[in-house]
């Protein structure tokens, strides 16, 4: 039976037969990627038991969503022991998971790299389009601001990982598929090592390489913005080709 019902900042539709299988069911929603994003966050800077993790307003910014998302992630952390709040302290980490709950084959090779582009090309260029057709108001304001903080990063001669990853995984939301989704948020360590791969393997100045790769973003953010599927599609694929060829022929 399906059930409509609000969520934060977003209507979800649940495909429900018992509570406990609720959340396999459902498509994957903001506060879904927030919550992940979180666990990343504790495993990847290893974040001790007991220790502090960023303010509300930090986790808002880093990933550009309101306070009621990032609330609602904390929450369920709360409830599944891996957080705790404090007072004087904000929320401090009770317990670290084992990085393995994000299993997912890693870059170890040039021909696994050049096998993530491919992987890369065939879901984000269909991700794209997806996200062109169903974004809503509000997910076009975060791919957005995602966008405007790439700029403001390489404004700053900053590589800007993080805000690159935000473009992509909000537009990953705005196609509100989480088998799509979910494939990608998993890859985010490859997505790192791509970008970082790109970046010091680029025979083009700091500032020739922003320029290009905001030109590239921008036409992927015009054709969502103008429900252009095709245009996304297209327009996210050549992204990726260039950043590939920016890997493997320091373009």
Known sequence: MAVKT????????????????????????????????ILHLIINLQIPEGGRLPTEAQLCKLYSVSRTVVREALSRLRIDGIVASRQGQGSVVLRRPNAGVFAFPFVSSIADMQRFFEFRQLIEGEVAALAASRRTHDELVRIRAAFDAVSCALSQNEPGIEEDLAFHFAIADAAHNKFLSSPLLSARDNFVQCIQFARALSTKPNEKIGQRLQGEHRLILEAI???????????????????????????
């Open 6 to 37: 609000k969520r934060s900042d977003e209507t979800v539709t649940v495909m429900a037969e018992t509570a406990p299988a609720a959340r396999t069911a459902v498509r994957l929603t903001l506060g879904d990627r927030i919550y992940d994003e």
């Open 225 to 251: 913005e103008s429900a252009d599927e095709d245009g996304a599609r297209a327009a996210m694929i050549a992204h990726l080709t260039n950043t590939r060829d920016r890997v493997f022929l320091g373009g």
